[in-house]
């Protein structure tokens, strides 16, 4: 049982695509249907989540992901889809100008799809949102998904664990305070990239993820310097040889315009990524993280669909007048809910 | 009718608030008991947001401000409570070593009370236990309540739509490249705070504020400027008397030790806080902005209950059966909460 915008979809249609992608980010009822129909198809793209502070230059090293994998130096050129997404700017639309300017970077390739979406009311709203365009650019058979995110929160940290890959983007000179804030995005990530390295510092940037690095996995740090603790770790952690070690690569991002510069690591990056999908693949984690991910998207979507249910059984003015009595401190917070709650169930 | 618990708090005992604080953040059933009691006790403080980058000194300068209250040149000393809320940091418990610092510089003053709260699984766990914790502060008499977050995303708009008052906290030489973030978190500050400001470079960052702030607020631009567009706007908007400009205001922290600088601006600070409060009174603003707190914090509590509603009705045997046709893509994650939703209402 197919709907026929899902099936225009399984055959290329690039209008039927864009269309899907607007009704499923809509989540109206077409939108469902077709995304109903799209799901058995799902679970075959390499899904590649990049994520670091502004200013490292995130949209330029994705787009020079897409080349590298457009151009794929060995075997046939993989399609790829970006997803872009914004959480950080809750109040305007600022994804836009980044598609303009995408736009013009890899326009005309009919093997790219780009896709960016500006927040929405709730966070939880929107890594659902984004889950569900993923899946069906992996049902339209893209090969890559790359899921872009600004910032380093807590609203990163839900949407790249879409990802089966994450990078986390530094660059230099970005100020030695910075640090403090990515301890905990730095343990989400599987390869670190140290972009913008043809700047000064490149070397202390370097130093200070790798000391971090450190810090996070203290069992690698301990096998990498063969310290005492090493017959004890190794006996803690039997799998710790199938254990991944992120690692960190430098790239150099083209700018656009005479005098430029040449981009560099984008090939190493590729392979780093390539090395990832296989251990993911040989340790069995490609599957766990398949799991995780639509554990965590069903649990935001039961989450949202039992508010919408509750709100459809609960009449304004019940509404109102708990409010109010919660407004006027006749009632507290947990008591309101309790009230509130069930009415639902009478 | 008031627990026992509750009781102590109301009569100032600073272990009971201690108790009473963890209490509540485990949501015991003792924490909630205590809660209902304190609810009607609250509506006094005034609660202040301080957000802002890593790196620009916001806990400094909440020390300062929490010192200057307790100072207080006019009238007398207030009492204040420190909440400090680090949601970027999902994994480690990184605000204990900002309490421990804080301990040495605040301590033994009855009239500070610390507390720091590492981020939990969900987000909207952690703004309502936030929320909580700010209410049983209030209850007990503090006047001010000071709430702190790291970052600049979506979790630091929840957590500082829980204040009366927003400072966004900016310094010199963060990078000119920030500014994209800043955008978002701009529109929600009351006063913007430029800390550091003996540092090199201050001149810049408070244009590119200023900037910054005549793109958010283009009325108050032409109103200033006595642009063409005065009659228009000024005519669309008949309430644009009343409404707040964000002040930008100069600060610097002293460092401890020996030649260090002394503290600036915190009196200007201070002053600009309680004109920011008096607006609100004048304005009707202190109420509507309860109102939406209460709101916000009211549909957070009422979706965590109907989740663990549902949960507590469900069946592991049927929880597995459904994700396991998820996962095998035999139904879609829409079909699956139909599934899992409807279970319950059998």
Same mark, same amino acid.
């Given at each position: 049982m197919t709907s026929s915008l899902a099936q225009a979809v399984l055959e290329g249609n690039r209008l039927a695509l864009a269309r899907t992608l607007t009704q499923v980010e809509n989540d109206s009822p077409e939108g469902r249907d077709a995304l109903n129909a799209l799901f $058995?198809?799902? &679970?075959?793209a390499h899904l590649i989540g990049v994520t670091g502070a502004p200013g490292t230059g995130k949209s330029s090293l994705v787009n020079q992901l897409a080349r590298h994998y457009r151009q794929s130096p060995e075997g046939e050129p993989q399609r790829v889809a970006i997803v872009a997404v914004d959480p950080?700017? $809750?109040?305007?639309?600022?994804a836009i100008l980044g598609d303009r300017i995408r736009m013009r970077d890899?326009? &005309?390739? $009919?093997g790219v799809f780009i896709r960016s979406m500006a927040s929405r009311g709730s966070l939880g709203g929107l890594a659902s949102a984004t889950a569900s365009l993923v899946q069906v650019f992996d049902a339209a058979g893209f090969d890559i998904i790359l899921i872009e995110t600004v910032g380093a929160g807590q609203s990163e940290v839900d949407i790249v664990r879409l990802a089966h890959t994450t990078l986390v983007i530094e660059a230099p &000179?970005? &100020?030695?305070?910075?640090q403090a804030i990515k301890a905990g995005i730095l343990e989400i990530a599987d390869i670190l990239v140290v972009n913008k390295?043809?700047? $000064?510092g490149v070397e202390n940037t370097e130093r200070a993820l790798r000391g971090m690095l450190e810090l996070a996995h203290p069992l690698k740090r301990s096998e990498r310097h063969h310290s005492r603790l090493e017959e004890i770790t190794v006996a803690d952690t039997p799998k710790s040889n199938k254990e991944w070690i992120p690692p960190i690569q430098r790239t150099v991002c083209a700018a656009s315009g005479p005098g430029s510069t040449q981009p560099a690591g984008i090939n190493d990056l590729g392979k780093l990524i390539a090395r990832h999908r296989q251990h993911l693949k040989e340790s069995g984690e490609w599957h766990t993280r398949d799991r995780d991910r639509l554990q965590a998207e069903l649990m935001l979507m039961v989450q949202e669909a039992l508010v919408n249910r509750w709100q459809s059984h609960l009449t304004d003015q019940t509404y109102a007048r708990i409010f109010n009595d919660l407004v006027s401190r006749r009632i507290s917070p947990h008591q309101a809910v309790v009230t509130l709650i069930n009415g639902e169930i009478e």
């Open positions: $058995p198809y799902t &679970g075959h950080s700017s $809750p109040f305007t639309g600022g890899l326009a &005309g390739d $009919p &000179g970005m &100020g030695d305070d910075i390295a043809d700047r $000064p």
